[in-house]
C-alpha cells in the first residue's frame, strides 16, 4: 500500500469514471450467467407456453388456441395426478418439518452420540433418490421384502405397499420423508444455533419450563428457517419424483402420479407434446405463484455465515 | 518454411488423407437398443450374442444399448428419432410396431427382404404375422415371442387331491383348482391358489388374454382405431378376475409385480402363476420342487395373445446403415441363433425352421414345457393388441383394472369407463382415418 | 421429570435414527450374500459372506463409464458455476447499478424452478443447440447457479474491503479484483458451494436421463436404474444392493471424512 496523499480532486474524479462503468462492468459480469438463465429459465417458460397454445391433433397442422388446456383440465389423469401432488405435499411437508425439528431440537448437543445420529438422519441427502428407490423396492417387497419379512414377526399378513392403490402413495411418501428430514433438520439446526443462550437463560431465571421456552422463545425466532423450509419443501415436491418413475410408473391406477411424472408420461410416453407442455405451464405457475409469495423469505434464508 | 518443415507438413497433410480415406473404408456403426422386458439375465446374453456378430462381421461395429423395458425401450427409441439420432435397430415390443407405421417412424422392409413379404413371413409361425406387417408390407421382423401360459407346482396339486397330469382347462376347472389349492391359516393366506401380475403392460396382455379366451377380439386386428373393452366378452375377463380376489380369495388383492410372483411360486406362497412363456428358463432355475406348465384355461375357446418383439429399423438412416441393420436381423433371425436364444430364454423362436434343427428338437425333448408353450402357440396363438397411442389406450384399461384387482372398482363400471377413456385417446386418430369423409 | 423428558425424547430420536439407517444396513448386508438366499431381507445373516455380487455388478454395469461421466458432468458444472457465479456473486456485491433489484429477483425466482421442471422446453433446446445426447448438453441448464450467486454475494459483502480498495487504487481491473484478490479470501464459502453443488448434481436424475440416451453418456443415476431393472428382473437382490452401494459409495464415504464440513456446508442460518 503506498503512502501517497492524493488531493481531494483527484480522488473524486476516478469516482465518477467508475459509476458510469460500473453499470457496463456490472452487466459483463453479469452476463455468464444471466445467458444460461435466459437460455434453460427464461426462455424455457416462454417457449413452454407458445408450445402449450399450439395445438395440434394426429396428421394436422397446428393452430393457436386453448385446446391443450381444455385436454388438460377434462383429463381425468390429470385431475388425479394434481390431488395426489396436493395430497403428497402434504404428507411430506407435515411430517419432515415436524420430524426436522424434532430431530434439530433433540440433538443440538456436541457429544459423539449425537453427532452420530445427526450423521444417520443426514445420510439419506448424500445419496441419490433413484438409490433410495432401488433399496426401497426390495423393503417394501410383498412378502419377501423386508418390511413384510420384520411385520410378519407381529402376525401381520403380506402387504402389497406399492401395489395397493391405497398404499401406494404413503409408501411413495414415506420414503421422501425418509430422503428429506435429514436435510431440513440441518436448517433448523443452524436456525437454532441463532437463539441467543441468553434469553433461555433469562427465562429459566424467570422460572419458565423447557416447554414454555420451546414456544415463547424457540419456535418464534425460528419463524424465517421454518418459511424458508416450507419453500425448499414445496419445490421438492414438485420436482422430487425419481422414485415414482423408477418404481410405481405412476400406478397402480395412477395412484402415485404426481404433476411431473404425469409431465414425463405425456411428453415421452404418450407422445403428446401438447398435453405435456400445458402441463408444464401449469406447475410453472404454481411455483411463479409461491414464488411471488415467498421472496422476501428466500432472500433472507440464503444467508451463509463462513 | 525451410524444406524440411515443409516436408513435414507434407507428410502430416498426406497421411491424414490417409487416415481419412482409410476412415472412408471404416465399419459400419449401428446401435441396437434392446429390452428385457421378462426376467433372467438376458441383458448379458444378448451383449454376449453381440459381440459373436461382430466378431463374424468385421465390416459392422453394432453396439448393444440396454434400454429397460418394453415401455422404455419405446421412450427411448422415440426420443432418440425426434432428436434426430435414430438408432440403426430395434427390439421393439411386437405391438408398439404398428403405431411405429402409422407415426412413420420406421421404414417398410419390404425392398430389404429379397422376396414377397407373403414369403417372407411364410418362414415365421402364422400367430406372428398380424403384428409384424401392415397393409401388406413387413415391418417388424419377429424376434422373440411369448405367450401367457399357466404355471402350476406339481407337489402343490398332489397335496390338494388334484392330477397334476390333468391341469384346469376351463374357467370353470380353474377356480376349482384355485379354491382347493389355496391354504387358509385363520385370517392369514400362507398359499394362494393363483398369482398374476399386474403391472402395467403385463396386466393388458393377460386381460386380452383372458378376453379372447372369453371369445372377444378385444380390439380391431386391421385398424388401429378400435378397442372393444366394454364388450361382453372384456367385461366377462375382468369379472373372472374380480371373483377369484374378492368372491373365492384365491388371488391376493392389489397389483403384484413379476417378481413377486415367482418369488411366491418359489417359495410355495402360491400354487400357481399366469406368467409368460418368456419367464421358463428363469423359473426352471429358480424353481426347486416339480412343476409343469399348461395352456391357458378358455371360457368360450381356446386363445393366447402372442407377446414378445421384433425387429425394426427407423426412419433417417443411411442406405448404409439400413443395410448393416438388415444383415444383423438376418443373423439374429437365422434358426441357429435364434433356436439358441430360445433355448436360453424361454421365449420361442419366431422361425419355424429352428425347430428343425436337432439342437430344438433335442431340447424339446427334454423340456416337455418348452413343447407345451409351442404348441399353443401353434393351436390357439392370436395377435397382440396394437393401436394408435396403444400405450396410453393400454393404460386406461389397466389403470381400471388395477382399481378392480384392489376393490375400488366392480367389472361393468370398469370395462365402461376404460372404453371412454380409450376412445377419448383414440380420437385425434379416428377422425383422421375413418371418420375423415371426402369433401 | 424435565430430565426424564429429555431422556425419552433422546430415546425416541435415537429409534428413529434406526429405523433411518435400515436401509443402508441393508445394503451392506445384503451386497455380501450369496445369490438366492431364501432370508435375502434378513439384517443379521449368517456366513458365508461372499463378494460375488459386486463382481457381477461391476461387470453388467459400466461403473467406470459412469463414474467417467458423472465426474466429467459435476466437476464441469462447478467449474462453470465457479466462474459465473463469482463474477455475478461481485456484481451484486459491490457494484450499484440499474435494475439490480430487478435483476436480483430474475436470480431469486430462478431457485424456484430448478431443471426437471422445465424437461419438455429444456429438451427442445438441447436438440436445437444439437446439444441432445452429449455431456454438455447435461450440464448446460445447471451453470447458471442463483444459489451460488447469493452464495458468493454474501460471502463477498463480508470481506472487508481493504484489500479491494488498496487493488482498485493500483488500477486493478474488476476481474483482477476478484481472481487475485477477493477468491482467495472467499474459499471458505467457495468450498461450501462446491459440496452442495456436487452433491445435488451427482445425485441428479430426470433431466440426465432424458437429456441423454445412449450407454456411453449415462451417469450413475441412470446407469443404476437401468442396471437395477435388469437384476431386479433376475431377482438378484445381492447384486442390486451392491450395485447401489458403487452408486452411492463415493459420496457416502466422502461424508464419513468430511462429516463436520459437509453438515456446515448445507445449513444455512437464516435469521440473521
Known amino acids: ?174 420414503i421422501t420423508v425418509w430422503k428429506n428430514a435429514g436435510y431440513y433438520m440441518l436448517f433448523f439446526l443452524a436456525g437454532l444455533a441463532g437463539v441467543p443462550p441468553e434469553l433461555h437463560e433469562a427465562a429459566t431465571l424467570d422460572g419458565a419450563s423447557a416447554w414454555t421456552r420451546a414456544r ?35 400406478g397402480p391406477s395412477g395412484s402415485t402420479n404426481l404433476l411431473l411424472s404425469y409431465i414425463y408420461q405425456q411428453a415421452q410416453q404418450n407422445n403428446d407434446p401438447g398435453l405435456a407442455a400445458a402441463a408444464t405451464v401449469v406447475s410453472v405457475a404454481c411455483l411463479l405463484g409461491l414464488a411471488l409469495v415467498s421472496l422476501r423469505t428466500l432472500e433472507r434464508g440464503i444467508h451463509y455465515e463462513s | 518454411m525451410n524444406l524440411t518443415r515443409r516436408a513435414a507438413l507434407a507428410a502430416s497433410v498426406a497421411s491424414a488423407m490417409v487416415a481419412s480415406s482409410r476412415s472412408a473404408f471404416a465399419a459400419t456403426e449401428l446401435d441396437l437398443f434392446f429390452p428385457v422386458p421378462v426376467q433372467g439375465k438376458l441383458a448379458n446374453e444378448m451383449q454376449r450374442l453381440v459381440r459373436e456378430f461382430n466378431a463374424a462381421h468385421p465390416d459392422i461395429v453394432v453396439t448393444p444399448v440396454y434400454t429397460g423395458s418394453y415401455d422404455d425401450t419405446n421412450l427411448k427409441t422415440r426420443s432418440a428419432i425426434q432428436a434426430g439420432r435414430p438408432p440403426g435397430a430395434v427390439i421393439m415390443s411386437a405391438n408398439f410396431v404398428r403405431e411405429y407405421v402409422i407415426n412413420d417412424e420406421i421404414i417398410p422392409l419390404d425392398p430389404l427382404l429379397g422376396s414377397s413379404p407373403a414369403d417372407f413371413m411364410a418362414k415365421f409361425w402364422p400367430a406372428l404375422r398380424i403384428n409384424a406387417t401392415e397393409n401388406g408390407h413387413v415391418y417388424g421382423v419377429p424376434f422373440h415371442n411369448s405367450t401367457p401360459l399357466l404355471y402350476y407346482s406339481v407337489d402343490a396339486f398332489k397335496e390338494a387331491g388334484l392330477d397334476p397330469e390333468n391341469p384346469p382347462k376351463t374357467w370353470a376347472d380353474w377356480v376349482d383348482a384355485a379354491q382347493k389349492l389355496t391354504k387358509r391359516d385363520g385370517s392369514t393366506t400362507t398359499r394362494w391358489g393363483l398369482m398374476l401380475p399386474g403391472t402395467y403392460d403385463y396386466l393388458g396382455w393377460l386381460t386380452s388374454a383372458l378376453a379372447m379366451s372369453d371369445g372377444g377380439e378385444f380390439y380391431n386386428e386391421r385398424w388401429g382405431g378400435e378397442v372393444y373393452f366394454d364388450s361382453p366378452s372384456t367385461v366377462g375377463a375382468i369379472t373372472l378376475l374380480d371373483d377369484m380376489v374378492h368372491k373365492y380369495k384365491v388371488v391376493p388383492e392389489g397389483v403384484t ?83 439358441a436364444w430360445s433355448r436360453f430364454t424361454g421365449y420361442f423362436s419366431p422361425v419355424k425352421a429352428a425347430y428343425d434343427l436337432p439342437a430344438m428338437q433335442d431340447f ?30 393400454r393404460k386406461a384399461l389397466e389403470d381400471q383394472v388395477q382399481s378392480v384387482l384392489s376393490g375400488r372398482a366392480k367389472p361393468a363400471d370398469a370395462a365402461r369407463l376404460a372404453q371412454q377413456n380409450a376412445d377419448v385417446l383414440l380420437k385425434p386418430y379416428v377422425e383422421q382415418t375413418a371418420l375423415k369423409m371426402p369433401k | 421429570m424435565k430430565a426424564k423428558g429429555l431422556t425419552v425424547g433422546l430415546v425416541l430420536v435415537g429409534a428413529l435414527a434406526v429405523l433411518w439407517a435400515i436401509p443402508f444396513v441393508w445394503m451392506l448386508v445384503a451386497s455380501v450374500r450369496p445369490g438366492f438366499s431364501p432370508d435375502i431381507a434378513s439384517l443379521a445373516p449368517p456366513p458365508p459372506y461372499v463378494a460375488e455380487n459386486y463382481v457381477d455388478a461391476w461387470e453388467s454395469g459400466s461403473f467406470p463409464l459412469w463414474y467417467l461421466n458423472t465426474a466429467i458432468v459435476c466437476l464441469g458444472i462447478l467449474l462453470i458455476q465457479c466462474i459465473t457465479v463469482s463474477l455475478a456473486g461481485y456484481a451484486f456485491a459491490r457494484l450499484n447499478f440499474r435494475f439490480r433489484s430487478l435483476i436480483f429477483g430474475l436470480f431469486l425466482v430462478q431457485l424456484l424452478l430448478p431443471p426437471p421442471l422445465l424437461l419438455v422446453p429444456n429438451l427442445s433446446t438441447l436438440v436445437s443447440l444439437h446439444l441432445y445426447d452429449t455431456l454438455p448438453g447435461i450440464m448446460a441448464p445447471y451453470c447458471a447457479s442463483a444459489f451460488g450467486v447469493f452464495l458468493m454475494r454474501q460471502t463477498f459483502r463480508q470481506l472487508p474491503r481493504d484489500y479491494e480498495e488498496a487493488a482498485l487504487l493500483d488500477g486493478a481491473s474488476n476481474l483482477q479484483i476478484i ?63 451392491a450395485g447401489t452401494l458403487m452408486v452411492a459409495g463415493p459420496l457416502l464415504v466422502l461424508f464419513a471424512v468430511f462429516q463436520r464440513r459437509i453438515t456446515a456446508s448445507f445449513a444455512f442460518s437464516g435469521i440473521k
Not at chain 1, 155 to 165: A, H, Q, S, V
Not at chain 1, 233 to 244: C, G, K, M, P, S
Request: proline share 6%; hydrophobic share 55%; aromatic share 10%.
Open chain 3, 179 to 241: 481472481w487475485h484478490v477477493l477468491l482467495p479470501l472467499a474459499a471458505p464459502g467457495l468450498a461450501a458451494f462446491a459440496v452442495v453443488s456436487l452433491t445435488s448434481h451427482w445425485n441428479e436424475f430426470l433431466w440426465p436421463l432424458i437429456a441423454a440416451s445412449s450407454p456411453r453418456n449415462q451417469v450413475l443415476t441412470v446407469g443404476l436404474a437401468s442396471f437395477a431393472s435388469g437384476a431386479e428382473a433376475g431377482g438378484q437382490w445381492g447384486v442390486v444392493a
Open chain 2, 257 to 339: 409385480d413379476a417378481n413377486a410372483c415367482t418369488s411366491a411360486f418359489f417359495s410355495g406362497r402360491t400354487a400357481m402363476m399366469m406368467l409368460s412363456t418368456g419367464s421358463l428358463s428363469f423359473v426352471q432355475e429358480g424353481m426347486k420342487s416339480p412343476f409343469k406348465v399348461a395352456y391357458l384355461p378358455f371360457n368360450v375357446a381356446n386363445a393366447a395373445p402372442i407377446g414378445g418383439a421384433s425387429l425394426i429399423v427407423p426412419k433417417g438412416n443411411s442406405p448404409e446403415r439400413q443395410k448393416a441393420a438388415w444383415t444383423l436381423i438376418q443373423w439374429l433371425t437365422s434358426p441357429e441363433i435364434s433356436g
Open chain 1, 1 to 174: 500500500m503506498s503512502d501517497v496523499v492524493l488531493p481531494l480532486s483527484a480522488l473524486a474524479a476516478p469516482a465518477r469514471r467508475r459509476s458510469r462503468a460500473a453499470g457496463t462492468s456490472a452487466l459483463l459480469l453479469l452476463l455468464p450467467s444471466l445467458g444460461f438463465l435466459l437460455a434453460f429459465t427464461y426462455w424455457p417458460i416462454v417457449q413452454v407456453t407458445a408450445r402449450a397454445l399450439l395445438v395440434q391433433r394426429f396428421g394436422t397442422a397446428g393452430t393457436v388456441g386453448v385446446g391443450n388446456f381444455a385436454r388438460l383440465f377434462s383429463d381425468p389423469a390429470f385431475a388425479q395426478a394434481a390431488a395426489n401432488t396436493a395430497i403428497f405435499a402434504v404428507a411430506t411437508i407435515v411430517p419432515s418439518i415436524v420430524l426436522a425439528l424434532l430431530f434439530a431440537l433433540a440433538l443440538q448437543g456436541t457429544g459423539a452420540l449425537t453427532g452420530l445420529l445427526r450423521s444417520l438422519f443426514v445420510l439419506p441427502m448424500m445419496v441419490p433418490l433413484v438409490a433410495a428407490a432401488t433399496l426401497f423396492t426390495f423393503l417394501l417387497l410383498p412378502g419377501d421384502g423386508l418390511v413384510d419379512h420384520y411385520l410378519a414377526r407381529f402376525g401381520l399378513d403380506m402387504t402389497n405397499w406399492l401395489g395397493d392403490p391405497s398404499l401406494a402413495l404413503g409408501a411413495i411418501s414415506a
Open chain 2, 364 to 393: 424339446l425333448q427334454k423340456n416337455p414345457n418348452a413343447k407345451i408353450a409351442l404348441d399353443q402357440l401353434n393351436l390357439y396363438g392370436r395377435s397382440w393388441f396394437a393401436t394408435y397411442n396403444t400405450v396410453g389406450v
Open chain 1, 216 to 250: 415463547c422463545i424457540t419456535l418464534p425466532l425460528l419463524g424465517p428457517t421454518f418459511a424458508f423450509v416450507l419453500v425448499i419443501a414445496a419445490v421438492n415436491v414438485l420436482v422430487q419424483v425419481d422414485h415414482v418413475i423408477v418404481m410405481t410408473g405412476g
